[in-house]
Structures are given as structure tokens and as C-alpha cells.
């Protein structure tokens, strides 16, 4: 598996879901999004079936990380954001979004859509960020 990994899939009628827990900093953008879909309180706490496939795509797009990612059995894939963007956060993570090809420090490339990038070099998981250095430490 690539430092980009994929992790654990939820498949649904519409649309899988795949979670990779490593890669997950807590934005808690898919509970706020879709409460009926993604419930930390519920076992497994994926339900792509809980609503519709396209807003199960669209939430998982506001994931910044890329710890949630999704297909979808007729397509399309996730189509990266144009132009890419790279956004410092106040806390000194860098979040990315785009056509990516990132290497991963045993020189493995994989591709991504989004990610957020380590800004400090202490993470484990370089080059993305795991909260274990000061960039993802909350201010």
C-alpha cells in the first residue's frame, strides 16, 4: 500500500466509501455534512446508503485530508479541482487540492485529489500530516 493508501471500504447501492483512518485530522467536515452517512456513534459509522450518492460525493470532496474518499459504480470519479490550489493553514498544516502526484519519503508516487501536507517535518506519515508536530497541533 502507497503512503497515499486507501483504506477500509463501505460499499452502498450508489456509491463506496473508503476511510483511511491514518489519514483522517478530525475536520469532521463528513459528520457536520452528512450526520445519517457518517456517525461516530454507530458501528460501522459509514452508511453510504443513507442518503442519496451524489451528496455522499459532494461531502466527502470537503474532506481535506483525502482520509474519505468515494467511487461511484457508473462514474465519475472524483475529477480534481482546477487550478490546484495549496493553502497554508494559521496552524501551519498546507492543504491541497488538485491533479496530484505526491512522493512519499521511500520515493513510492501515488495520486491524489486532496491531501493535507506536514509543514513542519515531524509528522510520521510524511509528507502528509498526522497532528503529531507542532502544524497540527491546535492554536
Not at 463501505?10 to 485530522?25: I, M, N, P
Not at 459509514?46 to 442519496?52: C, E, N, R, Y
Request: hydrophobic share 30%; proline share 10%; net charge negative.
Amino acid at each position: 500500500m502507497s503512503a497515499g493508501g486507501r483504506g477500509k471500504a463501505y460499499a452502498g447501492k450508489g456509491v463506496t466509501v473508503t476511510f483511511d483512518a491514518r489519514r483522517c485530522l478530525h475536520a469532521a467536515e463528513c459528520v457536520r455534512g452528512l450526520p445519517e452517512v457518517f456517525d461516530t456513534a454507530r458501528r460501522p459509522w459509514i452508511d453510504p446508503d443513507g442518503a442519496p450518492a451524489p451528496e455522499v460525493a459532494d461531502v466527502i470532496r470537503r474532506c481535506p485530508s483525502g482520509a474519505l474518499q468515494y467511487t461511484l459504480p457508473d462514474g465519475p470519479d472524483e475529477s480534481p479541482e482546477t487550478p490546484t490550489t495549496v493553502v497554508r493553514a494559521p496552524d501551519g498544516r498546507i492543504v491541497v487540492r488538485g491533479d496530484l502526484r505526491i512522493t512519499a519519503p521511500d520515493g513510492t508516487p501515488w495520486a491524489e485529489t486532496r491531501v493535507t501536507l506536514c509543514g513542519c517535518g515531524n509528522s510520521a506519515r510524511l509528507p502528509l500530516c498526522d497532528h503529531s508536530g507542532e502544524c497540527g497541533r491546535e492554536t
